[in-house]
Nanobody, 123 residues
Framework: QLQLVVSGGGLVQPGGSLRLSCAAS????????IGWFRQAPGKEREGVSC????????TYHPSVKGRFTIDRDDDKNTVYLQMNSLKPEDTAVYSC????????????????WGQGTQVTVSS
């Protein structure tokens, strides 16, 4: 059974950093594009970043570009999201999912959603 396990969330002060992990179970993560998404209370889920499988093409939402970095370690079957210079508006539940390409971070093109991890940026 294809499963993604998300970890690494927590409470951090503005300007701080967190590193999220998206680990694959039951399949080879290297065969898929992986997207990171977030959903804040009362808002729709939005795409944050994605990385394709073969060519490692990367897309970032404009609001996180220059602050977040996505990377993948196919040997560890894991994709990471390094989040620096965090802002209160980054507060959300972050999850990852699979696709065959980034699709401009269109969430309707993604499957096998992980359970999500809470990121709270607050002083």
């Amino acid at each position: 059974q294809l499963q993604l396990v998300v970890s690494g969330g927590g409470l951090v002060q503005p300007g701080g950093s967190l590193r999220l992990s998206c680990a694959a179970s039951g399949f080879t993560l290297g065969d898929f594009t992986i997207g990171w998404f977030r959903q804040a209370p009362g808002k729709e889920r939005e795409g944050v970043s994605c990385i394709t499988s073969q060519h490692r093409a990367i897309t970032y939402h404009p609001s996180v570009k220059g602050r977040f970095t996505i990377d993948r370690d196919d040997d560890k079957n894991t994709v990471y999201l390094q989040m620096n210079s965090l802002k209160p508006e980054d507060t959300a539940v972050y999850s990852c999912a699979t696709s065959d390409t980034c699709w401009g971070l269109d969430k309707t093109r993604y499957n096998n959603w992980g359970q999500g991890t809470q990121v709270t940026v607050s002083s």
